[in-house]
């Protein structure tokens, strides 16, 4: 290998730079290690053919309910291998070799901006369909540092363009979770959501869209690619690492004997859980994945496990309180979130009139910390979620911090004006943005000016300014903080059960004599109230 056979002295100051951008990724020893099995020892390169066959894969075992869009999917993964290799690696007779791999690598894998690497992403959209003989119309103007995006996108290209990211992500944490020798299916989970919140954000103004009732392929619509790339920017911001992971995956996960003898299979994962969490939770795949582009660190990696998990225990473990399976109300809410320090991710499914309608919607709230009983607003961060039927994430403004309200009956003395029992979510008391009453019967839903501390914005189409109240379908709370948050709930639960029986314990030593007996007295005084008695001192 180019560098494993190059002193520090005689290290090119070309390869040094490369090395150290490829260092700051944390990927080099991978990058080493996938190089040395993939090149060829004669040469000292990576030969093309093989290099090509790190991206390709096979579509036998995809499911999605669209034809069209499975057909395309497959033209595209089709001829992706060639694709990045022309826009990110430069070759020559042998192939790619070590400072070119490295390079090749930094280019769409290395720290950049955002935008950027959106860049990157709509380029490998654009040439592998250009490949695959699918019509996009998107053009690139490149200066030094960046790149200008021409061109307009229709409602189908950017299903298949979040298609497509959802299956990088799905393929990269499939090959980091090790399970890539077991048979298995790649379902692909609805996410007209995210088309929906991309269509409204960067339609014309004045053009009036049905969201309610809409079925995206078949909106006849073009969108300007610009548009959807600030879209992109604001609402789902880690999109375009979804491809960055899957090219990690791809070279550093997938550099095993067998990548010489035979072709990575989209096949070759565990049964996808897709199907089995959308018709048995409220939280779909498409849902999960759409917030997991909103988050980093340790809260998307929780939020990840759900999407893409490995079993349906893994599933079970997250999730917290279902009102559906646990029962309606604050009281049995509390009883399973109480003790949980770690964020949490709360759905709301909801439906309102609309005038001879029923609109169904469901929205969200992140919370980064546990519920805790108070009569005031407290926390620390947080995000509010337009779910269904558009996606639309409303993060913290930073004015003020009313990210969450989770009061119980009060248990101590009299209150004149007792505070709302109830969870809330923004705003201030007796004006929260979002407020689900005790019983968990309804919910108010507020217009964003009476809320300074999450972003401004609807929670669903046509909200308007007025204060909605809706009935509420079903309640979820997902626990995303990992099993040291489980742990400690159940150590929590212990605790209190231990207190509760020493509380139910009699000690009947002290009870052992009749005469000093609560009985005795609770007898006499009903037999004779009026008699006299001495108090005893």
């Known amino acids: 290998m180019g560098q494993s056979s190059s002193t520090e002295h005689d290290v090119s100051p070309e390869l040094r730079e490369v090395q150290s951008l490829a260092a700051s990724t944390g990927s080099l020893p991978s990058l080493q290690k996938a190089f040395s099995l993939l090149s060829d020892p004669q040469t000292n390169s990576i030969p093309l053919h093989s290099l090509q066959k ?7 075992n995809f499911e999605s309910d669209q034809q069209v869009l499975r057909k395309d999917c497959s033209l595209f993964f089709t001829h992706l291998g060639s694709a990045i290799i022309d826009l990110f690696f430069v070759t020559n007779k042998d192939g790619v070799n070590w400072l070119e791999f490295l390079r090749g690598y930094t280019k769409c894998c290395g720290r950049m901006v955002s935008s950027s690497l959106f860049n990157n ?3 490998v959209f654009s040439t592998t369909c250009s490949k695959a003989g699918l ?10 540092d960046d790149c200008k995006i021409n061109g307009t996108l229709s409602a189908h290209d950017i299903l298949t363009l979040l298609s497509i990211c959802w299956i990088f992500s799905w393929d990269s944490k499939t090959l980091k979770s090790n399970t890539g020798k077991t048979e298995g299916k790649c379902v692909l989970p609805d996410i007209s959501h995210l088309v929906l919140s991309a269509i409204e954000s960067c339609a014309e103004d004045g053009l009036e869209l049905n969201f309610w009732d809409s079925v995206v392929s078949e909106m006849e619509i073009r969108l300007p690619a610009s548009k959807i790339h600030l879209w992109a920017l604001k609402n789902i911001p880690n999109l375009a690492d979804c491809f960055v992971q899957f090219v990690y995956a791809r070279l550093c996960h997938l550099t095993t004997d067998e990548v010489d003898k035979s072709e990575p299979s989209c096949s070759s994962a565990q049964e996808s859980s897709t199907s ?8 779909t795949c498409g849902w999960a994945w759409a917030i997991s582009l909103t988050l980093r660190g340790s809260v998307c990696e929780e939020i990840s496990r759900i999407c893409f998990p490995n079993d349906s ?14 029962g309606k109300g604050l009281n049995r809410f509390w009883s399973n979130v109480e003790g949980y320090n770690g964020p949490l991710l709360v759905l709301i499914a909801a439906s309102c009139e609309d005038g001879d309608n029923t609109r169904r919607w469901v929205i969200g709230a992140l919370t980064h910390q546990g519920f805790e009983n108070k009569d005031s607003f407290y926390g620390t961060s947080g995000s509010l979620y337009a779910l269904s039927p558009i996606f639309r994430a409303l993060t913290t403004s930073g004015r003020e911090k009313n990210f969450i309200y989770s009061h119980l009956h009060p248990t ?47 929670l669903f189409p046509n909200q308007g300014y007025l204060q909605v109240e809706a009935s509420v379908l079903e309640v979820e709370v997902w626990g995303l903080g990992g099993t040291g948050s ?14 509760t029986d020493q509380r139910r314990k009699i000690d009947l030593k002290t009870f052992t004599n009749w005469e000093d007996s609560p009985e005795k007295m609770m007898m006499d005084m009903i037999s004779n109230p009026s008699a006299v008695r001495r108090e005893k001192r």
């Open 412 to 458: 101590g003395l009299y209150d004149a004006h007792p505070k709302p029992v109830g969870i809330a979510f923004g705003g201030n008391i007796g004006n929260e943005r979002i407020f689900i009453d005790e019983d968990f019967a309804k919910v108010t839903v507020r217009h964003h000016a009476v809320d300074k501390t999450y972003q401004h914005g609807a």
């Open 121 to 123: 992403l709509f380029q």
């Open 276 to 283: 089995a969490i959308s018709e048995v939770n409220l939280l």
């Open 486 to 499: 489980i742990e400690i709930q159940n150590s929590h639960r212990k605790r209190e059960q231990l207190f």
């Open 54 to 60: 790190c991206f390709d894969f096979n579509f036998d």
């Open 135 to 144: 019509s996009v119309d998107l053009q690139f103007e490149k200066f030094d």
């Open 313 to 326: 225990d893994e599933i079970n473990q997250h999730l917290l309180y279902r009102s559906s399976v646990h």
